[in-house]
């Protein structure tokens, strides 16, 4: 089946889509976008995480068809021309990225939280990260990233 | 294999596909049902798209009760309904991660009939009903009716269920969860309570420690006859004690990966009397 998504802004068509198939593996695998990692395939780990209108989800666990006619924001689209989001600055002068794997899903639910909440406590960064696992850094440089990264936006807001 | 993707656009259509596909399974947050198809345990006919049925995807006050859309995500019931349905909300915030919360739904953990299931417990508790429909028409189903065994329901191949209506809290209601961590955990076991202060009646549900979720009706009259309620002083060590032997001995648990029967039971005592003290406060003051 063919599948049409608003993806980072721009609209996106896939063709010969399996319809138990999996918005990441469209993404990754029909539309050259391998931002969002695949990893667990069963929404435990967070890796894969994009926005679906505005919504961070696992994109593992939504079937592409359920995306068709919607928009959807991947890491790719965070930054723009010229340069990185704040949030990925932060990530990169803290120090936050080892292997990088888990970097994309995390990027993206701070993201989301930064926006929502810039004056967010660290029991509610926590919360809101509880979904995404790095089995690198032990989240104290994750922590730093994310505080330094709702700081910037708080200070834009002020 | 071939798999059709069916999209209604209303719910008279999505009964229609449903009627015609009896073997489609429906779709909606996805958290369950893309788990099995990402790992080939399950390759159906076709996928009923639930997304865009507009009637499944809200909420309303109405007769005494909530009529809870079977697709409202758990971050809305958490966020919207945390006043009027406190044991679901706050079992709706144990369930899973964020990104699991913003797509998974009540309709979704009915529909997989995991004895595990979080929203289970405290729709036993409350005496919450389930309504399922078919192109012939709609029913309800009392939600102790609902569980069949594991993974097993009452809803027919052709239904799909719709709403679960929840009575709005008549007093203070709590849930408590058994995991080696908050997130994204399968219960080991739960537990859920709701008092109703005008009735003068106590509803349990226990979650993860039997074939199905189950009530706990003896300790559900025994906190109803013993507790203070015309004048209501503290909660006594005994009837706390007793009360969570109670709740234990109506599990039915088994030895699993997540943990053994008798730890079940004896969490479930703990769970069970400490509930029913946090529950009791707000009635009691103290």
């Not at chain 2, 995991?179 to 008092?195: E, P």
Request: glycine share 12%; charged share 20%.
């Amino acid at each position: 089946m063919r599948v049409t998504i608003e993806i980072n802004g721009e609209r996106r068509t896939a063709d010969d889509v399996w319809p138990g198939e999996s918005l990441l593996y469209v993404l990754r695998e029909r539309l050259g976008l391998p931002g969002a990692k695949n990893a667990c395939e069963q929404g435990e780990c967070g890796s894969c995480t994009v926005y679906l209108d505005d919504t961070p989800v696992c994109a593992c666990l939504v079937a592409a068809g359920q995306a068709h006619d919607r928009s959807v924001r991947t890491v790719e689209g965070l930054g723009g021309e010229d340069g990185l989001d704040p949030v990925q600055e932060a990530f990169v002068a803290t120090g936050a990225v080892q292997c990088g794997f888990c970097t994309p899903g995390l990027v993206v639910a701070a993201h989301e939280l930064v926006h929502r909440d810039p004056h967010a406590s660290d029991a509610e960064i926590r919360e809101a990260l509880a979904g995404n696992l790095c089995r690198c850094t032990g989240y104290e440089k994750i922590l730093d990233a994310v505080r330094l990264a709702a700081s910037k936006v708080a200070g834009e807001r002020a | 294999m071939s798999m059709d993707f069916l999209r209604p656009g209303s719910l008279a259509e999505a009964l229609a596909m449903k009627a015609a596909n009896p073997d489609a399974v429906p779709i909606a947050g996805g958290t369950d049902v893309m788990v099995e198809l990402n790992f080939d345990k399950r390759r159906p006919p076709a996928l009923l798209d639930l997304g865009g049925v507009a009637e499944l995807a809200g909420w309303r006050t109405e007769n005494g009760h909530v009529r809870l859309g079977a697709a409202v995500p758990y971050a809305r019931i958490v966020g919207e309904l945390g006043d009027v349905l406190p044991g679901l909300a706050m079992a709706a915030r144990t369930v899973g991660s964020p990104q699991i919360r913003n797509r998974g739904g009540v309709g979704g953990n009915l529909g997989s009939a995991s004895p595990a299931g979080d929203a289970h417990p405290p729709l036993l508790a409350t005496g919450a009903t389930v309504e399922v429909a078919s192109s012939a028409g709609t029913r309800t189903v009392p939600i102790d009716e609902f569980f069949l065994g594991p993974k097993r329901s009452a809803l027919a191949g052709d239904e799909l269920i719709t709403a679960v209506l929840v009575p709005v809290a008549a007093g203070p209601q709590q849930f408590a969860k058994v995991g080696t961590r908050n997130a994204m955990v399968i219960a080991v076991c739960s537990f859920g309570l709701a008092l109703d202060t005008t009735r003068r009646t106590v509803g349990t549900g226990i979650g993860s420690a039997g074939p199905v979720p189950l009530r706990a009706a003896a300790a559900e009259d025994f906190a109803a006859e013993v507790l203070p309620w015309d004048d209501p002083a503290a909660l006594t060590d005994e009837t706390a004690r007793e009360f969570g032997e109670l709740v234990a001995a109506a599990a039915r648990p088994i030895d699993d990966v997540r943990g053994s029967a008798a730890y079940r039971r004896h969490a479930l005592a703990v769970l069970a009397r400490r509930t029913l003290r946090w529950a009791w406060q707000d009635v009691s003051g103290r």
